[in-house]
């Protein structure tokens, strides 16, 4: 049983570029949710996506978005990349009830140069 | 808002110390709460939780008691091994009404023989 896929696992970018980053969830999982991880830092939230809309936003600028796939799978958006952008971005799925646990794929890291 | 502190790392113990990670938590109410580990190179997995005061989440011999009354959620665990080495995060989340999860900034865990 697979769990959260997240590709690519490194990427590199320089400063002003667009980034788009994809994440397939758990098997039986509908809700994905992303995160930034900077370095020595616990996650933040930056969204979450079901039924295809995105239902929850954490405190980051619109130059982050997302979609969510009829099969449940999400990319992440960037744009105007900044060097403060750098980060491992995690993406993280559940099952649709609140309580459910979140399961985390490995991440992808960003580096902006 | 609502935010959750761990005790600073990093924390070096030897093989069978036991070991203690302190959190506690700032909300209004009584959040569900969580423990991830994240080892080197890999996303997050959860090591345990509890969805109410009083509740004891347990798993490979870690454990952590919901204390509402302190708003804490320490780890433990009476013997660490070297493959317990890793980052360890306290998070909060809501039953209903927020999707996010709250980490703290974790708490990085080595081990030697």
């Known amino acids: 049983d697979a769990g959260v896929t997240q590709s690519p696992t490194h990427l590199i970018k320089t400063r002003g570029q667009q980034v788009t980053l994809r994440c397939s969830p758990k098997?039986?999982?509908?809700?994905v949710s992303w995160y930034q991880q900077a370095l020595g830092q616990g996650p933040q939230f930056i969204f979450q996506?079901?039924?295809?809309?995105?239902?929850q936003r954490g405190n980051f600028p619109d130059r982050f978005s997302g979609h969510q796939f009829p099969n449940y799978s999400s990319e992440l958006n960037v744009n105007a990349l900044l060097l403060g952008d750098s980060a491992l971005y995690l993406c993280?799925?559940?099952?649709?009830?609140?309580?459910?646990?979140?399961?985390f794929g490995d991440g992808t890291r960003l580096s902006i140069l | 808002g609502d935010s959750v502190t761990q005790m600073e790392g990093p924390v070096t113990l030897s093989e069978e110390a036991f070991l203690t990670i302190n959190c506690t938590y700032t909300?209004?109410?009584?959040?569900?709460l969580f423990w991830y580990v994240q080892y080197p190179g890999e996303g997050l997995q959860l090591l345990l939780k509890?969805?109410?005061?009083?509740d004891k989440g347990s798993n490979k011999g870690f454990e952590a008691t919901y204390r509402k009354e302190t708003t804490s959620f320490h780890l433990e665990k009476g013997s660490v091994q070297v493959s317990d080495s890793a980052v360890y995060f306290c998070?909060?989340?809501?039953?209903?009404?927020?999707?996010?999860?709250?980490f703290g900034k974790g708490t990085k865990l080595s081990v030697i023989p």
């Open positions: 993280a799925s559940s099952y649709t009830g609140d309580v459910q646990p979140q399961h």
């Open positions: 098997s039986g999982h509908d809700t």
């Open positions: 996506y079901y039924e295809e809309e995105e239902r």
């Open positions: 909300a209004t109410g009584y959040p569900s």
């Open positions: 509890a969805t109410k005061a009083d």
């Open positions: 998070a909060l989340k809501w039953a209903t009404g927020s999707y996010q999860l709250t």
